[in-house]
């Protein structure tokens, strides 16, 4: 990577972009046979990197800053995690500053996991995350 070593001029020409405007072009994903099919960008990017983060166990991967992913709940309790897991899903999310919040949370319990649904609301648009999994026993 080469660096400039002269001083650099903002000229009235610069141009600012809003965040909107960013490429979001990446790798769509195939979380059931682990594979990359192509690729997605803009909200159909969004809706994977959301179901990313809360899918990847945070602390865990050398990859990833102490900020990134979910802090998972397993070993603990059903009253634990009805008060702790929408704290820590909703911190998870808006690591990302492409999130600007999360609404329609919703928590149920099934035996051994709690499914989670919600609204995330983005630059790109609101996107709906239906009924994600979360074991905790």
Excluded: W
């Excluded at 965040?19 to 195939?30: F, G, M, N, S, V």
């Excluded at 979380?31 to 990313?52: H, N, S, V, W």
């Excluded at 999360?102 to 709906?128: C, H, M, P, Q, W």
């Amino acid at each position: 990577m080469v660096l400039p070593v002269e001083n650099i001029t903002v000229t009235e020409d610069f141009e600012v972009i809003s965040e909107a405007q960013l490429p979001t072009r990446t790798y769509k994903l195939d979380f059931e046979r682990g594979r990359c099919t192509g690729f997605i960008d803009r909200k159909t990017a969004m809706e994977q990197a959301i179901l990313k983060v809360i899918r990847t166990k945070r602390f865990a991967h050398l990859i990833y800053s102490d900020n990134y992913g979910f802090q998972d709940m397993i070993g603990r309790d059903r009253l634990f995690v009805r008060g702790e897991l929408p704290r820590r899903i909703k911190e998870a999310l808006l690591q990302d500053e492409r999130i600007t919040a999360i609404e329609n949370f919703r928590l149920d319990f099934e035996k051994d996991e709690a499914y989670v649904s919600l609204t995330a609301v983005t630059i790109y648009g609101d996107v709906d995350v239906l009924r994600e999994a979360i074991p905790f026993v």
